[in-house]
């Protein structure tokens, strides 16, 4: 099992910057990469960026060049750098983690973005 939880969200005006943190604990030897995700209502859910374990990053084009995935393996966190947010960034952020045999999500962190 592996536990996850997001912290990082809040209100912040279009232009500025947020960073995410997703915290894991547990069975954290058997993932093997990270991504972010979010949903704003009416929507899917959508893939933003992911690190594997290698360290190889990627991300959607939505928000390529404005936002970075990175993470600190003695912390054993992972984080999203959003810079110059728009207000369709609004949405509810995920952490996901990519286990061996299953998959888990944090709780999710709320972003908005007013103009």
């Known amino acids: 099992q592996v536990q996850l939880v997001e912290s990082g969200g809040g209100l912040v005006q279009a232009g500025g910057s947020l960073r995410l943190s997703c915290a894991a604990s547990g069975s954290i030897f058997s993932i093997n990469a990270m991504a972010w995700y979010r949903q704003a209502p009416g929507k899917q859910r959508e893939l933003l960026a992911v690190i594997t374990s290698g360290g190889s990053k990627n991300y959607a084009d939505s928000v390529k060049g404005r936002f970075t995935i990175s993470r600190d393996n003695a912390k054993n966190t992972v984080y999203l750098q959003m810079n110059s947010l728009k207000p369709e960034d609004t949405a509810v952020y995920y952490c996901?983690?990519?286990?061996?045999?299953?998959?888990?999500w944090g709780q999710g962190t709320q972003v908005t973005v007013s103009s």
């Open positions: 996901n983690a990519l286990a061996t045999i299953d998959d888990y």
